[in-house]
Nanobody, 119 residues
């Protein structure tokens, strides 16, 4: 099981980034997938997650209305579109396979990607 997050970078406040979580060796469509982030000196926090068949989604209050999670089944990826970025969104972002949509504890972590929001 391998997961890899990508798409991070440096962006100005108000800008956008699209993160991608890619998998190898299994289909992401079979699992609930979550995005987490960890800022320096802070605990890792859940940002968003998506269920399997019906693609229900969840967002933390801090990103609701700005971030959108989606699946690209053809590419076996889960995307996190981040708009109206704020400096407080600066963190390393990770994707993870979850136990399920209601039990959102991670089963497998991917490597993270750095997102820096700064002018």
């Amino acid at each position: 099981v391998q997961l890899q997050a990508s798409g991070g970078g440096l962006v100005q406040p108000g800008g956008s980034l699209s993160l991608s979580c890619a998998a190898s060796g299994f289909s992401l469509d079979e699992y609930a997938i979550g995005w987490f982030r960890q800022a320096p000196g802070k605990e890792r926090e859940g940002v968003s997650c998506i269920s399997t068949v019906d693609e229900r989604s969840y967002y933390a209050d801090s990103v609701k209305g700005r971030f959108t999670i989606s699946r690209d089944s053809a590419k076996n990826t889960v995307l996190l579109q981040m708009n109206s970025l704020k400096p407080e969104d600066t963190a390393v972002y990770y994707c993870a396979v979850l136990r399920n949509f209601t039990d959102r504890r991670p089963r497998h972590w991917g490597q993270g990607t750095q997102v820096t929001v700064s002018s």
